[in-house]
């Protein structure tokens, strides 16, 4: 990829799942990390060094411990070493 990217993720409003695309121009340490609307963190998707490339990950709408999250808006958030954005998408139960 030419740029490092996150896309919106699909489907959104998502029951039972949904799928994050994000693209990476460089090799390096990459965090995709899922929080609700009070900031907490809910899930960790992706913590670990990437090659430059394509990824697709896919959420199942459970929290770090293996619970189902209630419906309402979530936030996820894309880090690297020189780019940081931010998405929201909606879980309907």
Same mark, same amino acid.
């Given at each position: 990829?030419?740029?490092?990217?996150? %896309?919106?993720?699909?489907?959104?409003?998502?029951?039972?799942? %949904?799928?994050?695309?994000?693209?990476?121009?460089?090799?390096?340490?990459?965090?995709?990390? #899922?929080?609700?609307? !009070?900031?907490?963190?809910?899930?960790?998707?992706?913590?670990?060094?990437?090659? !430059?490339d394509?990824?697709?990950? %896919?959420?199942?709408?459970?929290?770090?411990?293996?619970? !189902?999250? !209630?419906?309402?808006i979530?936030?996820?958030?894309?880090?690297t070493?020189?780019?940081?954005?931010?998405?929201?998408? #909606?879980?309907?139960?």
């Open positions: 990829p030419k740029f490092t990217k996150l %896309t919106q993720n699909y489907p959104n409003p998502f029951n039972p799942s %949904t799928t994050i695309k994000f693209d990476l121009k460089d090799k390096g340490l990459v965090t995709l990390k #899922v929080y609700n609307v !009070a900031g907490q963190l809910v899930r960790t998707l992706m913590n670990g060094v990437k090659d !430059a394509t990824y697709t990950v %896919t959420w199942d709408g459970t929290n770090d411990r293996g619970g !189902a999250v !209630a419906s309402g979530y936030f996820y958030k894309m880090d070493k020189d780019f940081s954005q931010t998405k929201k998408m #909606v879980m309907l139960r």
